[in-house]
C-alpha cells in the first residue's frame, strides 16, 4: 500500500527534510489516538524505542476525568508512567498533515517491561494469539459510519450543541447527486487515507440526511482494527479542514436514524477461507458454524464493547436497521447477526449490533473470544430466523441499557476466562462511571418536560 514506510524509509524522509513531525499514538479506552508530536530527528535518533506517558490514559472518561476504581491507576498509585512502544511496522504517512508520518505504540508497563493487559491494541493482540494457537488467522472489516455537519465541532460547541444542522437536506442513501456536494469532504478523506496505506474501498451516502459510510477492505483483526482507528481520526481532522464536524455519535437526534459499526468477520488457515465448506448447507464449515454460536450466545456478555456509553443505546429502536436481537439470519438486515457471502469464497458473518462508537479493538477482542469459545465448545449453532426480527418475541435480547449491559460484563464468566479477572473489572468500572456520570446530570429533557409542568 502507498503510505506505508520502513524505518529505514522514514529516516531518509527526515534526512531529506520530507518528513519533520512523527505522531506516536496509541487507542485508549474509547478508541481515540493519544500520544505524542515527535520532531522527525528525535524521533529517528533516539524516541523510536521508547516513550513515555502517563497511565491514566487508560482510566480517563471521554472528558479527560480520572474516577477512583481503577485497581490499575489511581492518586494512590500516584498515576505513574507508562512505556509507549513504537510498533515500527506501523509507520505511515499522513498526507492530510504536511510532513507527517504516524506510528502506533504498544502500552508496557514501565517497570516490568510487560503488556499492560488491559490496553485495548495488548487485548486484541491476545486474542488473535489465542486463535493462532488453533491454528486460525481472523479476518475482518468494520464499516464506519458517520454524520457530516454544516459547521465545525468548535463553532457547534460555542453554540451549545444547539440547532445541529447536517450538511443535507434528506435522506442521501447511495444518492449521488447529493454525495457530490460533499465531494469537498469525502474525496479528501478516501484519497488522504488510501495514501495512509488504508485500503479504501469507498464511500457512500447512507440512509439519513448528512449520514455517510466508509468501507475499508478487509484486513487481518489487527490491522483492521488499525485501519479503523486511524480513518475515523482522519474523518474527523479531514472535515475539521473543511469546516466541517465529522460525529461518531451514534444516535445525534431521536427522531434520525443512528450511526453503526458493522463488523464482517471470517477465518482463515494457510490463506484459505475456513468458514467455507462447499459441501454443506450454505457452504458454512462447521468451524463457522460453531464460531458463530459462540458469537451469538455471548452477545448479552460483550454488549458493553460494542456499545460503550448511555447513547449507544438510543441507537437500538424497532425498525431502524439497528439491531436488538443475538439472532442470525440469511442477508436478513433485522437479525444482530447477518450471514453475507454465503456460497461463495467470501462467507463471512457480519455483526450488526455495534455502533459507530464502539472501539474495535476491543469489540474485535470480545467477538474473537466468543467465537473461540464457541470453537473450543463445538457449540452447535441454531437455525437462521426469517422474517422481521424485530417481532420475534421467542428471540433473546441483547441488553437494552448501558446499566443492563454492565451487569452482563461483570458477571461474564466467559469474559473474565478470555479476559482476565482484572480486564474485565477495570472495564466494569469504565461502565459504571459513565453511568454514575449520566445519573448525576440534569439533562435538558428533564428540564423541558417537567420545569413549568411538574
Ligand atoms: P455490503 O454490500 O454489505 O457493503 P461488501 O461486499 O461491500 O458488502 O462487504 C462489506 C465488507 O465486508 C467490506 O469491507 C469487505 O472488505 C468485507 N469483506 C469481504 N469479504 C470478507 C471476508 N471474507 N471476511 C471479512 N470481511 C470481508
New binding site residues.
Given amino acids: 500500500m502507498p503510505g506505508i514506510l520502513t524505518f529505514d524509509a522514514l529516516k531518509e524522509a527526515v534526512k531529506d527534510g520530507s518528513i519533520d513531525t512523527v505522531l506516536a499514538c496509541f487507542p485508549d479506552m474509547q478508541g481515540r489516538l493519544m500520544g505524542k508530536r515527535f520532531h522527525g530527528v528525535n524521533f529517528v535518533e533516539s524516541s523510536f524505542k521508547e516513550t513515555h506517558c502517563c497511565n491514566y490514559l487508560l482510566a480517563t472518561d471521554l472528558e479527560m476525568a480520572t474516577p477512583g476504581g481503577y485497581a490499575a491507576s489511581s492518586w494512590a498509585g500516584g498515576y505513574g508512567d507508562y512505556i509507549m512502544a513504537p510498533d515500527l511496522s506501523s509507520i505511515r504517512l499522513l498526507p492530510w498533515l504536511e510532513g507527517t508520518a504516524m506510528v502506533l505504540c504498544d502500552i508496557l508497563d514501565h517497570h516490568t517491561h510487560a503488556s499492560v493487559p488491559h490496553a485495548p491494541r495488548e487485548m486484541l493482540k491476545s486474542q488473535i494469539a489465542r486463535l493462532k494457537k488453533l491454528g486460525f488467522d481472523a ?3 468494520t ?1 464506519l459510519e458517520f454524520f457530516l455537519f454544516e459547521k465545525s465541532f468548535d463553532e457547534i460547541r460555542k453554540g451549545g450543541f444547539a440547532n445541529l444542522t447536517p450538511i443535507s437536506g434528506y435522506n442521501e442513501d447511495y444518492a449521488i447527486l447529493q454525495t457530490t456536494k460533499e465531494e469537498h469532504v469525502m474525496r479528501p478523506i478516501r484519497n488522504h487515507l488510501f495514501g495512509a496505506g488504508l485500503p479504501i ?1 469507498n464511500s457512500k451516502g447512507e440512509a439519513e440526511t448528512g449520514q455517510e459510510e466508509l ?4 484486513a487481518d483483526a489487527l490491522a483492521c482494527a488499525d485501519h479503523h482507528t486511524i480513518a475515523k481520526q482522519g474523518v474527523k481532522e479531514i472535515a475539521w479542514q473543511q469546516g466541517h464536524a465529522a460525529s461518531f455519535l451514534p444516535k445525534w437526534h431521536h427522531d434520525k436514524v443512528g450511526s453503526s459499526s458493522h463488523v ?3 477465518l482463515w488457515k494457510g490463506g484459505q ?1 475456513a468458514f467455507y465448506d462447499k459441501k454443506s448447507d450454505l457452504c458454512m464449515s462447521k468451524l463457522m458454524q460453531n464460531y458463530m454460536a459462540g458469537l451469538i450466545h455471548y452477545a448479552p456478555d460483550y454488549t458493553f464493547f460494542l456499545a460503550p456509553y448511555i447513547n449507544s443505546y438510543k441507537r437500538f429502536a424497532k425498525g431502524t436497521f439497528a439491531p436488538t436481537k443475538t439472532v442470525w439470519s440469511v442477508d436478513n438486515r433485522t437479525a444482530g447477526f447477518r450471514l ?2 454465503d456460497g461463495t469464497k ?3 458473518v457480519e455483526c450488526r449490533i455495534g455502533g459507530s462508537d464502539l472501539n474495535p479493538y476491543l469489540a474485535q477482542a470480545a467477538m474473537l473470544a466468543a467465537g473461540i469459545k464457541g470453537i473450543e465448545e463445538k457449540m452447535p449453532l441454531a437455525p437462521p430466523t426469517t422474517g422481521d426480527v424485530y417481532e420475534d418475541a421467542m428471540a433473546q435480547d441483547i441488553p437494552q441499557t448501558l446499566r443492563a449491559a454492565t451487569e452482563t460484563l461483570r458477571n461474564s464468566i466467559f469474559l473474565r476466562a478470555a479476559f482476565g479477572d482484572a480486564v474485565v473489572d477495570h472495564y466494569t468500572r469504565c461502565a459504571t462511571w459513565e453511568q454514575e456520570e449520566f445519573d448525576r446530570v440534569v439533562t435538558d429533557w428533564e428540564i423541558a418536560r417537567g420545569f413549568e409542568r411538574a
Fill in positions: 479476518m475482518m472489516a464499516e474501498e468501507n475499508i477492505r478487509y464482517h468477520q471470517s477461507p453475507c457471502g467470501g462467507i463471512r
